[in-house]
């Protein structure tokens, strides 16, 4: 355990013994203020944190493999950081969806909900994206995408939006708006001819 006459540093640290001097603790003691720290000083505290240390911060949230890498500047790195502390407070929400699609850069993606929540009434196509009825499928939901991703672009989203997403909502498919089959969409199986980027339901 650390010594407990250090001022201000803690006192139930989990860094193995040898790692426990001055120079740790106080890196360990700052890293647990920004846990109590409130969002909005959190967030003015990213806008002029050093560029450097914007890893730091993607760490203590957990962004690496989960977004950073959609944020390819300084500017959408800070973006990231300070969503996903708003995103946090609204999790569970169709926001918190929304939220993490624009941060990724997708902000004009089309979010369907109640997918497959359709009767017999003639308003949609029998193409075998959709399904009739209830059986279910009332939780689940799709995105509609303004242009093509990869197939694993596709799931790295499915995995994101499985965290922030309402806990019995899931996400059906990832479809490609208006897809015209001219010739600028390559055949190369990364989206089907009608329009399915992904699909898992």
Known sequence: MANSHLNGLVTDSVLPSPLQNQRFLVLESL???LDSLPPFALIMLIDITPKSALTAFADQFSLFGD???FAHSDDEQRELIKGTIQI???KGTPWAIKRTLALLGFGDCELEERFGYYT???TISHDRTRHYGYGGHWTYYRLIMQKPISKADAENIRALLADVAPLRCKL????LKNLKHDRTINHNGAVRYNG????WH
């Not at 399915?196 to 699909?199: E, L």
Request: charged letters at 30%; zero cysteines.
């Open 88 to 90: 946090h407070r609204h």
């Open 31 to 33: 890293l647990k203020r």
């Open 196 to 199: 399915v980027i992904a699909q």
């Open 172 to 175: 059906a498919s990832i479809h």
């Open 120 to 122: 017999h009434d003639r």
């Open 67 to 69: 977004g950073w890498e």
